[in-house]
């Protein structure tokens, strides 16, 4: 019965499309956590803390313990993620609390518990800011995003270390050229670097310029140049995004054609089906698409090769159907 309840609790907790109980929860969670997110930005202006503090207060103790409660119970129900973590329980939930989700969860109870112990800091105020991240855990875009930039870290830490080499390139420039002139601003290279970050980043606060001409030549051409290099981490998370969904809905239209060649298409349309699309992020209308395009490939493979030759050659692995050698057969 114990190991029942702590498997319906890892389904609940973990596995958020499993019934109604296990939505009803994490949307809770989640309005939770915007909630909390409107009361510390509510709570940092004095006229309105003075006015509703109290009630700020025992909100925050309501959060603290139901944050406190989900946190222990995930690293409970940590074992059932496989079955080698049921077998080694001690190791499977120390190796839970070092993971990303579980580090937030943590982080984002810790400073409200410093408060209510009297550790009154300013930043541990701002530290409970730390619960939004926890939304990651719910949103789909959010895991979008978080896959992207992992896949694309290499990359986009080469573009950054460029940018930063030209940052320093521009600051000794302008320091070289306009020191003399402006030494409270380009005196040195570390004065000069506010200057080059925001020029090179198209930015342009105009708090400081340079005056010469020579300083302003070098300044167009650092301005050239940032419109393409601050944009090039863009671009990559752009091209990342869109490789990632082009895997998604391929990953899923393979998942539909090889249900529909099995003729078990009907057995997943109510669950695995909408489970599969939820937790990939496809959309209805897309999904829609796909599967009417897979059941019109399916119906010309069929009308083309014949059934019988058609589930011959068929993989039962991988479901690939090899064309060529039923033409042979043919």
């Given at each position: 019965m114990k190991v029942s309840s702590r498997k319906w609790l890892y389904q609940v907790l973990e596995q958020y499309e499993q019934g109604v109980c296990s939505r009803v929860i994490n949307i809770s969670l989640m309005i939770l956590i915007l909630a909390n997110v409107a009361s510390i930005v509510a709570s940092s202006?004095?006229?309105?803390?003075?006015?509703?503090g109290d009630y700020f207060l025992y909100f925050e103790i309501f959060s603290l313990i139901v944050f406190t409660i989900e946190y222990l119970l995930r690293v409970w129900v940590s074992?059932?993620?496989?079955?080698?973590?049921?077998?080694?329980?001690l190791k499977s939930?120390?190796?839970?609390?070092?993971?990303?989700?579980?580090?937030?969860?943590?982080?984002?109870?810790?400073?409200?518990?410093?408060?209510l112990l009297g550790s009154d800091f300013l930043i541990l105020r701002v530290l409970r800011l730390i619960r939004i991240f926890k939304l990651t855990r719910y949103s789909r875009s959010m895991e979008l995003l978080i896959t992207v930039s992992k896949q694309e870290a290499e990359t986009i830490l080469s573009a950054i270390f460029i940018l930063i080499i030209l940052i320093i390139?521009?600051?000794?420039?302008?320091?070289?050229?306009?020191?003399?002139?402006?030494?409270?601003?380009?005196?040195s290279i570390p004065r000069a670097?506010?200057?080059?970050?925001?020029?090179l980043t198209t930015v342009g606060y105009g708090d400081v310029v340079p005056i010469t001409p020579l300083?302003?030549?070098?300044?167009?051409?650092?301005?050239?140049?940032?419109?393409?290099?601050?944009?090039?981490?863009?671009?990559?998370?752009a091209s990342g995004f869109t490789a990632e969904i082009s895997r998604r809905r391929e990953r899923f239209k393979t998942a539909i054609m090889s249900w529909i060649e099995e003729d078990t298409f009907s057995e997943h349309e109510g669950s695995d089906f909408v489970l599969l699309r939820e937790n990939l992020g496809i959309t209805r209308a897309d999904a829609a698409l796909m599967l009417r395009e897979a059941r019109a490939e399916h119906r010309r493979s069929i009308h083309r090769f014949g059934d019988h030759n058609y589930m011959q050659h068929k993989c039962p692995k991988c479901g690939f159907i090899n064309k060529e050698d039923i033409n042979k057969d043919s």
């Open positions: 202006e004095e006229s309105i803390n003075k006015r509703f074992v059932e993620r496989s079955e080698k973590d049921l077998a080694q329980p939930r120390l190796r839970h609390l070092l993971t990303p989700m579980a580090l937030i969860d943590l982080l984002a109870i810790l400073p409200s518990i410093l408060l390139v521009s600051a000794t420039g302008i320091h070289i050229v306009e020191g003399d002139i402006q030494p409270d601003e380009f005196g670097l506010w200057w080059a970050t925001v020029t300083g302003r030549m070098l300044g167009i051409v650092i301005v050239i140049t940032g419109i393409g290099m601050a944009a090039l981490p863009a671009g990559i998370m």
